[in-house]
């Protein structure tokens, strides 16, 4: 019960934590409209996992993961149970319909057990090129192997807790996978099974419970935020740009439509670090998986630039835990003499996407990686007036020219002489 209690009230704190961290966002958000639409993109998307299968291996093992973490996750119920009363299988009385429950989780630890085996080999010995980008060095790389270890050893210790019960066994309801496994054991007295099965239940609890807390540090955060994530994202028309409210009020503002504010002098354009950025910016951050789809159709970091829309999210992320460890230090933010532009995300990124909007479409969870680099650039053209030559000079012309080539209305037609 102890065990129970610290655990849960760390991972209230985690949460709370994260919901500060979310919330120092300041930018701008579209009107949360259209629920019933946004209710059935997280049942399609983050429930149904409809974008995960459009990569079909990769898509497949991860729903067989996923829903093995779900229905397995059932048991649960039964093992606090069992932990907090000091029961022994307290639904098996529930006969054929326990049997079935308890069959249909050890089949699914088997699948998972597989599927993780066939992730890791991807990971380490296929070294698939997504994985293998520069930002998925040191714990990123880490992190990702840790969560694999951690359900090969949380489905395995399932399956020996099922495989040492010998009063399970002998009720020979629902050990479809553990039944094989039993006989490993048979040379083994009572009492030495029932310390195995006791150490396993032990561990597998505990280990779900550390797992549970891992989370938050972990890219597996997406498991819960992956929810509100789709809820929560765009449902405007795919490329479609939002106008920033500083910059129309401006505009208003010259056409007499509105009265300049005394506080005109505090008005910022774009986003140069993460409180200039919204809240549902940050959640993105914090629901990146990490699986590097989005870097993988960049036409920009195809071609070799050195932009990674996933970079962009975890540095958006690291940025955000910093300022948030900055807060719990000073109980407010005190300047670090750092920013998210420039000590995190390079020009050099920014200016390389084309804002084709292939890495939002790509995300298997409605992630936007392109608001986070349009309000960055934003912020440069806007306030630092930095922005490549090739778009200056086209700036220049537009307002020169009323057009982006270097040739007055007057000549513009010479061409088809």
Not at 20 to 32: A, H, L, V, Y
Not at 233 to 248: A, E, F, Q, Y
Not at 255 to 265: D, F, P, Q, T
Not at 368 to 388: C, H, K
């Amino acid at each position: 019960m102890l065990i129970l209690i610290t655990s849960l009230g760390f991972f209230i704190r985690n949460i709370n934590r994260l919901r500060r961290n979310i919330n120092i966002g300041n930018g701008q958000t579209e009107p949360i409209t259209n629920k019933p639409e946004r209710w059935r993109n997280m049942l399609r998307i983050a429930l149904g996992q409809s974008k995960m299968v459009t990569r079909p291996i990769a898509g497949t093992l991860h729903l067989i993961v996923y829903l093995g973490f779900i229905i397995i996750n059932i048991e649960l119920i039964e093992i606090l149970i069992d932990g907090i009363f000091g029961t022994h299988r307290i639904f098996s009385s529930a006969g054929v319909l326990y049997g079935f429950l308890i069959g249909s989780f050890e089949v699914f630890a088997v699948l998972v057990l597989i599927s993780v085996i066939i992730f890791w080999i991807r990971r380490n010995i296929i070294r698939i090129k997504r994985f293998r980008e520069v930002e998925m060095k040191g714990w990123p790389k880490l992190d990702a192997d840790l969560i694999l270890y951690f359900e090969i050893l949380l489905m395995s210790l399932f399956l020996l807790m099922n495989a040492t019960d010998v009063e399970f066994q002998n009720m020979n309801n629902g050990n479809i996978i553990s039944s094989f496994i039993y006989p490993f054991f048979s040379d083994y007295s009572i009492d030495t099974l029932h310390v195995l099965e006791r150490s396993f239940w032990w561990t597998h609890i505990v280990g779900i419970l550390i797992f549970l807390n891992y989370l938050y540090y972990s890219k597996h955060l997406h498991i819960i935020l992956a929810f509100p994530n789709t809820f929560y994202g765009s449902i405007s028309k795919i490329g479609r740009l939002n106008n920033m409210k500083s910059v129309t009020n401006e505009v208003n503002i010259m056409m007499g439509k509105a009265v300049e504010s005394e506080n005109s002098n505090d008005v910022k354009f774009g986003a140069s670090d993460v409180t200039d950025l919204s809240w549902l910016q940050l959640l993105n951050a914090y629901s990146c998986t990490e699986c590097g789809r989005c870097t993988s159709v960049c036409p920009a970091n195809i071609t070799g630039k050195k932009l990674s829309p996933r970079k962009i999210m975890m540095d958006t992320r690291d940025r955000i835990e910093e300022v948030g460890k900055n807060i719990d230090k000073h109980g407010e933010f005190i300047s670090d003499d750092k920013k998210l532009l420039g000590d995190y995300i390079s020009r050099e990124e920014l200016w390389a996407c084309t804002s084709c909007n292939a890495c939002v479409e790509e995300c298997p969870i409605s992630i936007d990686p392109l608001s986070i680099i349009m309000d960055m650039r934003r912020n440069l053209v806007m306030e630092e007036s930095s922005a490549p030559n090739e778009l200056n000079n086209m700036m220049n012309n537009i307002e020169n020219n009323g057009a982006p080539w270097p040739y007055n209305q007057q000549d513009r037609l010479n061409w088809n002489e």
